[in-house]
């Protein structure tokens, strides 16, 4: 039984984080949820939000880009697109815990030169896990954790980044929630996707939550901005503390 609440975020872990999960059955769910980010407008969300942060920088600047929970990759293959498409110069870099999806990263990735894949958990406290880039994004990873865990996640990660961070993430929202009922009995193929996609939307965000998290970060300026389907674009873009 998947609860949802409008009034709190769900604390209901969703199937993926299962560490354990591999094989043919991840193999298909992560195609599934490259399904889902591209019927729904979650890639071209973050790229978007990349677009934004790079306009300051010079083109013939090469520009490390992070994400963080990378899936199987598809962010950074887009990413590499997207550097290929502007002349960019782009290390591409994907994390993620579990080794069994960053297999799976390798393999789809394995025509592009540019990207790498490490494994790392980003809440160790082993000193440097999250390694040292420009950019560093998180699409649909958030909503994973509670409060306090995110702005623990986000001042790492801001300590770590030159620019600034790009979070695509969910919107909570009963009408959604009911949507993606009818979107994953028509495109879903697995399980564990319909299950895990709506454990997310339960476990998304209201615009004033985010907001009760933007005020804990530091020397950062933010923009959040609503998009469909029922996703949130909240850009953290450091602030130079010796020019202000």
Not at 44 to 53: D, F, P, R
Request: aromatic share 8%; glycine share 6%.
């Amino acid at each position: 039984m998947i609860y949802y609440a409008t009034k709190y975020r769900s604390q209901q872990a969703e199937i993926m984080d299962d560490f354990m999960l591999q094989g043919d059955e991840l193999q298909r769910l992560l195609t599934d949820l490259r399904k889902v980010n591209s019927l729904l407008g979650g890639v071209a969300i973050t790229m978007n939000g990349i677009e934004k942060l790079v306009q300051d920088i010079p083109v013939d600047q090469e520009i490390t880009i992070l994400d963080i929970g990378c899936g199987d990759g598809e962010m950074l293959r887009e990413c590499a697109r997207f550097g290929n498409r502007t002349g960019r110069k782009l290390k591409l870099i994907g994390l993620d815990a579990n080794d069994h999806i960053l297999s799976i990263a390798r393999e789809r990735s394995v025509d592009d030169t540019t990207i790498s894949f490490q494994q790392c958990n980003v809440f160790s406290e082993e000193k440097n896990q999250i390694p040292q880039c420009d950019i560093a994004l998180c699409t649909l990873f958030l909503h994973h954790f509670d409060d306090k865990e995110i702005v623990t996640l986000l001042q790492r990660i801001l300590l770590r980044t030159k620019v600034g961070v790009v979070i695509n993430d969910l919107h909570r929202s009963r009408f959604a929630f009911e949507l993606f009922k009818v979107f994953s009995a028509i495109f879903l193929k697995t399980k564990t996707a319909k299950y895990d996609g709506l454990v997310s939307v339960a476990s998304g965000f209201k615009k004033k939550e985010i907001k009760r998290l933007e005020k804990q970060l530091e020397n950062v300026k933010t923009s959040l901005n609503w998009r469909w389907a029922f996703r949130y674009e909240w850009i953290l873009k450091k602030i130079d503390e010796h020019n202000n």
